[in-house]
């Protein structure tokens, strides 16, 4: 056998990688482009599911804005400040945890169902057949449209409703947005009494619509001791800054739609 | 596509008849554009023909009374769309007395041309097909644009309907009147009505009516889904395309239903304004009819006239099978641009499962546009609307082939729908 060729060809194709190899280290220590080391830091804490709720286009576009100072470094609610307050050698206070709620109950069975909806699995079809299939017209709808564009999976179907699972929520704000109903909130994490229920009928409709709704009866406005409850446009909300979670008001309520979540977990409410 | 299964035979011999009922609810918001505004009060005594709703906006159309007697509420109620709109319920006399001041222009070839848009927009006129658009502001021409041909679209493509067929049967006068009427009004020297080929005896009718008036000829179509599609006649009669996005009159062609020339006919003429509509309403019911229905019939009191359901109703359907939508219960009333009732059974209103995508491609060679409807879908999906719109989603017009043809029975049509509106709202919200 003739290895002349063999050896040919291994020293040729090894001498060109050589060339090309001092050219490219070469080349990576001429042209370097400096990066602050911090950015990619920065970039390992945050929640990496581009959910876009810091306002910029990614996690990626974030985490430079945030080094190079054009973000606050509490923008992204996913992330804990002050890891990236650590990073960047600054003292950074942790933003007021927000999670989404979902303001209804109308669970199958409890919300009147105004026709069987058994088409494209969507709420914001089902919202535009007739008004959708459950007779109230500001419930959720329960077919999924949130569901589908958390990024979190804190987001379920639950009987009917959507459900929250608010460990896992960030408050990003891209079901609030999908929500062809306007039914879910951002709140603050802390606000453990509210309102579930945002019909404005009249009592008599919205409780023909369902068991659980608002009625505007006024007997949390007149149960509460600071003032913090008022009846507007048909139905009662908490302002969170008066509000001192005593959940007088969840006990005299006659629907059952003020929900304390400090005697009843989300998950059973 | 399937016009094996049009399912027209119960209802295409049997002649109209009129039906009257003793309450109307008649929405404000019956044509594309702001509702009208309520103009009477609870209590009030009005007339047939008396204007009920004023017109709002460009697009605005008035409203009038399609019975004589009380109006015993002026409210919201839940109609088909996603919010309620403002009703007016009249409870019928049965006097029939009509409103002082109806006042026609006779004959359509002597008529001054220049009445005949202000006329058909007096008597609340819009589309009567479906898409129920104002049609003076169709006739409006835009500066700029010429009309040379107008299309009358006698093809009644939809499954089940057979409304238009009887009205070439019955008064195929009146349509050739309209059509004249609009022809002078934009001095438009073609009047073309498309018939498809599986309604003979309206061809050879509209043929008699049509023959020594001038300029109005007959087009005979291939029965094929969607044939009545605006853009689909339009290539089928002119051979002209309209490009994506723009209107028919950028192929200088204007298209009409034949019921919206019998109204033209109707409000030139006698200047009647538009109170009732043939209505076929068929499926489960007892006897299937052409009904000559009021505006703002209760179809509850319809389905009564056509002697109850025959079986258990699984889905009531206003318009045609395929582009029909679908009412909550039997109290929504009819509207100007209702063609059709068609009760399914329990059966076969159940939809079946969604199964994924097979890429058997069956609706690419269905889609009438020339769309990859499995493609968009997966954008749809996705939430993509960019990529939805760079596939020419709003160029779909949900005419329901693909989701017929699926053989995963994937939502197609429906999806496409969500995407439009979504593309809609997010067009406004930047404004």
Redesign the interface.
Known sequence: MDWVPVILAFSVLGVIGLVFGVVLSLADKKLKVETDPRIGQVREVLGGANCGACGFAGCDAFAEAVVEGKARPNGCPAANAEAIGAILGISVEQGEKMVARVICQGHNGVATERYQYDGYKSCATAAGVAGGPKACRFACIGLGDCEKVCAFGAISMENGIAKIDENRCVACGNCVDKCPRNVIRITPADAKVIVLCRNSDSGRVARAACMKACIACQRCVKTCKYGAIAVENGFARIDPEKCTRCGECAKVCPCGCIVDYSVVTPREA | MHHQHEGKLPTRNIPIRDFVSDTVCIPMGMHLGAPSKPCVNKGDLVKLGQVIGEPVGGLGLPVHASVSGEVVAVEER???????GMCVVIRNDFADEWVEGIQGYGNVETVDPAVVIPAIKAAGICGMGGASFPTHVKLSIPEGKTCDTIILNGAECETFLTADFRLMLECPGKIVDGLRAVMRALNVKRGVIAIEDNKPEAIETMRKAASGREGVEIAIMRTKYPQGGEKQLIKAVTGREVPSGKLPIEVHTIVMNVGTAAAVADAVIDGRPLIDRITTVTGCVQRPANLRLRIGTIIGDVIGECGGFSEEPG?IVFGGGMTG?????TD?PMTKANNGIVVYNVKD???VD?SPCIRCGRCVEACPIGLDPYRIKHYCDK?DLEAAKQHHVLDCILCGCCSYNCPARR?LT??F??TK??IALEARRKK
Do not use: I, Y
């Open positions: 839940q109609l088909l769309g996603a919010a309620p889905k939508l679908c009412v909550p219960d929504v209103a159940r939809s969604e939430g939502w429906a999806s729908k969500n509106d979504a």
